[in-house]
Structures are given as C-alpha cells and as structure tokens.
C-alpha cells in the first residue's frame, strides 16, 4: 500500500481544514471539546445544518440523496480533519444507522419523509434494539409487535437507548413472529417517540451523562405503513446496518485526536524542574500507545484500501473494534494520569456542556471534560458488541474454532 496521499488527497484536506477553520464557531467548538453528552440540541442541529449547506450533510449517502461521491480515502480525511477541528461526529443513530437501511430497503414514501429531514438535522433518531438479557444477543429479545387492522400494537422494553429523549423518531427491532426462528421472526418499526404509551426513563452513566434510556412500550400503536421492508427481516436490515461502517467501530479519529491531547496534558504538567512528558516512565508508556494507534490506522487504512482477504473481513473488523475499544480506554487512562489531582474534580452535566467547578478557573485548558472521557470509554469494551464476542467471532471466522 502507499504510505503517502496523492497531490489531489491533500489539496482536498486543506479545503475541509479551511472550512471547519472559518464556519465552526469556536465556542460550539469547545463545548464539543469538553465533550458533554449528549450535546445541545442546538448544538447539533446548527452544526449539521452547517455541512448540509456545504454539501457534507451525509458523505456516504448516494449523491441522489445530498451524500457525495468522495473515496473511501475522502471519507477518511474528512473524518480527521473533522476530529481534528473539534467538530462534532454525531447524529449517528440516524445518519449512519438508519438511512442506509431506508435507502437500501425502504420504500419511496419512507425515503421522501425521512431522509430530508435528517440531513438537513431537523430530525433526530434514537436506536431500539437492545433489551434487558438481549443486549449483544439481539435474537432473543421480547419486544412484540402484532398487527391489529392497519395497525401495529407493540408491548416491551428497551434500553441503553441513546438519545430517546431528544430524539423525533427510533428505528425499533420487534418481534412479530413468534412460531419461527428467532431471527426470522424480528421486524424493523419506525416509531415517533411522543406516542401514546411510550415511556422514556433516563439512566445517569458513570460520568454523569444522561444520554442513556430505558424506553418502556405499552400498548404503542404504530401505523402498518411504519414497517421497513418486509416483515420477518428486520435481523437481516440489522446485520446489514452493523456492517455498512466497517472501520467506524475502530473509533480511530477518536483515538488518534485524545491522544494528541494527552501529549499536551502531559507538556503542560511539571514534575521537579522538568515537563511529565520528558520522564521515561510516561514518555515510553505514550509511546506504546502511539505506536498501537498507528497500527491501529494502518489496518484501517488497508480495509478502506480493499486490500484484506473478503473472506475474512468481517473477523478483520472485529478486531479493529476490538483494538480500536481497549485502545479508547487506554488513551483516556493516559490524560488522566497525566492530569494529576485535576482529574479528581468532578465536572456537572449540563445542557449540551460540563459545568466547571469553581477551582477549574485557574486550571489548564486541557482539562475540562477528561476525567468523564476516561469513565465512559470503560462502556466501550461492552457496547456495540463487547469485546468476549469480538473474540468469539474472531475465532470462528478467522481461525475456524
């Protein structure tokens, strides 16, 4: 593989660099540094409104729909100059999840109502898909949906719902058939969270956010028309959702951009007459974590090259989420043993920011919203498939165990 990009690759990355660096409001730019979540509504809104108007809204989208036709390796540099800027990677039950299971699978009526609204950030989507004791084994979750007339009455719960409480819409794994396979009798329901029967119950996460839910279904009537594609299908328009962002799960630009803040946490930290980055134990302990990272983009950067064996990628993008999750916890442990007592304080959760206690004044740049970074990535290892599965499919798929 090359090791450089093309003339034309760079000259595309000073044009996304250029524009982050003159449309994106410096204090939307700090708010989403500290890294409160979930961010403010308007927040996210103008943001995606922002790249909407530039022709960025969706960049893996179909151009027919608003996305582009950037490479794969277009796609990418937009990511870290993004990350890089401190914008905002957000709105991903929607952008990311549910409209390409609407384009792919959804009907015209579905793609005309649903998808202008979401790129343009006027809609927000919340994901219904784990439940309690169906969390990474999505086929054996109870959520029942049965048609009545021209209407399906759903009956269950969900939780770990990020953004139900913020969100317009959820796309909602159920069960419709109960005299089948497990996975073939699973529907994919689209459904207004302000229904009648619906109860959102917020769950405070370690680090104080509040973006998770319970969402409660009683007796919810949801029109016949709100089902994607057919029903019994839902466990295949779900695999295909998980695997349309094969690198995404590495969570590299997350990786690479907090390790670029633990570098200058740790310049900024004096021990004795010297900078904690100039000490051997940390400096050498940063250095392993760098040298993971690169590794870490590189196998990325082969997928997105199409050079892995096709037979044996899906093991492959297990293991990227597998690296990509340990190394988030890593990288995060770093900034906070580099911060010392500062990362002892604890920073309130607001609407859309962290709330500094009144110490904090006095106190590097640097710090604010670290402490809560490191306690939510120990999430990372368990969500989106926890890192035990990882290596079950990593073994069956790689090595035939």
Avoid at 23 to 43: E, I, K, Q, T
């Amino acid at each position: 593989m090359r090791f450089d990009f093309s003339p034309e690759d760079e000259a595309f990355r000073l044009e996304v660099r250029s524009f982050f660096q003159e449309h994106l409001p410096r204090d939307m730019a700090r708010r989403f540094h500290v890294g409160a979540h979930p961010p403010a509504r308007a927040d996210i809104r103008a943001f995606q409104a922002m790249l909407h108007a530039r022709g960025w809204g969706a960049p893996h989208w179909p151009v027919a729909w608003g996305g582009t036709d950037w490479s794969p390796l277009r796609k990418h540099i937009f990511m870290e100059e993004l990350y890089e800027a401190d914008g905002l990677d957000y709105s991903w039950q929607g952008l990311h999840m549910v409209a390409p299971v609407l384009i792919a699978f959804g009907s015209e009526a579905h793609k005309r109502r649903f998808l202008p609204p979401m790129i343009r950030g006027d809609e927000f989507w919340a994901q219904g898909f784990s439940e309690p004791g169906a969390g990474s084994d999505l086929a054996s979750l109870r959520t029942r949906a049965e048609l009545v007339g021209d209407e399906w009455v759903v009956n269950g719960q969900k939780i770990w719902t990020s953004d139900a409480r913020m969100s317009e819409w959820g796309f909602f794994l159920v069960r419709t058939d109960a005299g089948v396979k497990p996975q073939r009798g699973i529907s994919f329901l689209l459904i207004p969270m302000d229904t009648p029967g619906i109860t959102i119950r917020p769950i405070t996460s370690i680090e104080g956010g509040t973006g998770l839910n319970e969402v409660f279904l009683e007796n919810v009537r949801v029109p016949r028309g709100n089902l994607v594609g057919e029903a019994g299908m839902g466990w295949t328009y779900a695999k295909y959702l998980l695997e349309k962002e094969r690198t995404a799960s590495a969570f590299l630009y997350f990786n690479k951009r907090e390790l670029e803040k633990a570098r200058v946490i740790a310049a900024g930290v004096r021990v004795g007459a010297g900078r904690l980055i100039d000490r051997p134990e940390f400096s050498g302990r940063l250095a392993r974590v760098e040298v993971d990272v690169q590794a870490l983009e590189y196998s990325v950067l082969r997928v997105l090259s199409q050079e892995t064996s096709h037979r044996n990628l899906d093991a492959v993008v297990s293991a990227l989420k597998l690296r990509g999750s340990m190394l988030q916890q890593r990288v995060t442990d770093l900034q906070v043993d580099a911060m010392g007592l500062h990362a002892l304080r604890f920073w309130e959760h607001g609407e859309g920011e962290v709330i500094a206690p009144e110490q904090a004044a006095t106190w590097p740049e640097s710090v604010p919203g670290r402490t809560a970074g490191a306690l939510i990535a120990r999430a990372s290892t368990i969500y989106g498939g926890s890192q035990e599965i990882q290596k079950n499919i990593i073994a069956k798929l790689a090595f035939g165990l």
